[in-house]
């Protein structure tokens, strides 16, 4: 382990540049948003009873079956859409929840929604066979092929469960994450290939106006959320801005640092410790975009990434030329100073985790003294960035420690090996004393991160002082 102690400045030096500063985001989005989405579910509940569903539930086995399943069929289709609205990155969800926190929700909602549609599935066959005093493979195959959209449902269904199935967690870790960002575009398929079912066939949409106003706005929302933020507003700032590389560093061993340049950035609502999308088109794969957190304050005219090579896209960073022009999706994160509670910073990195954290060092304001980096890396030479981060500490006082060496293998540990002689909370106590005094941001390997996560909110850190934002998908 390794303790580089700052050197103390005698005044704060100029750092970053004269930004304009994005508003702070009011609370109560979160709330709104989350109303919102128990509001639809609630409404859609409320047009079933509307159409007589509860009174089917009393009249007989194939009445009861078949309600059920309409309404397992509905909320589906509604937290369905709901799903898609999560990840349409709509700034005022984006902002109030994080995109770690959305990706979880989303996962969530998606399975849920997965799960009644299935239920829906069986319901609704077993009540039609009932009615029709039929054989339940012959019932299939009879609303498969004779009732209206009922192919284009099932091929809706195919896509449905080609996405969750590649959204449990074994098939994430087997999967690049190109491959699994490409096929979870298939949602929106589904999303699309179900609509014919529900005009033609769907109780709600053939006997309610009422229901069919509901259901063709929240179509319509959601429609509205995914072409203005996911397609017109990134190509909007694509071409406002007109990124183009600058230069390539090689930063260490599989760690390359692009410089971005482009036109008015200063107008753009970014702030160290976010991120982007980024597609650099430069040829064949142009389309699949990629998140990079900056590794530097942004500038007026410039933002700077870095990336560890580990998959198609971040290794072609090595291999991209000057000139080459730039498409963007973001900024997007709440990594940000925006959330800071008290006047002293404490930063854990781990890895490639040191990228948003060495840009909001930059930016954040701290007196000299009042910043902690503790960085944990296998080897010195995989330390990023050490001479900025050297430099950064000597003009604002930051207290650096390097923990180095590999995995500690007897106990789950933010520590590396060499330091197995200490407890996880005696390191923090070490390294930053009084931490409760501090604010604390964590970036790193998500087992690395719940390590430090749980050690220092059991050292007594109040929980609104912990900044975290995952970037696994």
Sequence with gaps: MTNHGAV???????????????RRTPVWWRDVAGVLCWVSVLVVIALWVSGRGLQSLASGPADLFTSLGRLSGLVAADLLLVQVFLMARVPMIERSYGQDELARRHRLVGFWSFNLLLVHIALILVGYTLRDHNNLLRETWTVVTTYGGMLLAVAASAALTLVVVTSVRA????????????LHLYAYIGVGLSIPHEIWT??????SAVARAYWWSAYGVALAAIVLYRLALPLWRTLRHG???????REGPGVVTVLLGGRGLHRMPVRAGQYFVFRFLDGPGWSRGNPYSLSASPAPDRLRVTAKA???????????????????????????????????????ACGIGITPLRALLE????????????????????????????????????????????RMRTRDSWLPESAWSWSDEDAIRQLVPRIEQYDVYVCGPDQWMDAVCRSVLDLGLPADQLHQERFSW
């Design 243 to 249: 990124l183009t590389v600058r230069e390539v560093v």
């Design 363 to 406: 930016e954040l304001e701290y007196r000299p003294g009042n910043a902690i980096l503790v960085y944990r890396a296998h080897r010195a030479e995989d330390l990023v960035f050490r001479e900025e981060l050297e430099q950064l500490a000597g003009r604002r006082g930051i207290t650096l420690h390097y923990l180095l060496g590999g």
């Design 171 to 182: 098939a994430r870790k087997a999967l690049r994450y190109e491959s699994w960002h490409l």
């Design 202 to 207: 769907g109780a709600g949409f053939t006997t």
């Design 310 to 348: 580990a998959g198609d896209g971040s290794s072609r960073l090595a291999r991209l030329r000057p000139g080459t022009r730039v498409a963007i999706e973001g900024p997007y994160g709440r990594l940000t100073a925006e959330r800071r509670v008290t006047d002293r910073v404490a930063m854990f």
């Design 8 to 22: 103390r400045a005698p005044g704060r030096s100029r750092i970053g540049h004269a930004r304009r500063r994005p």
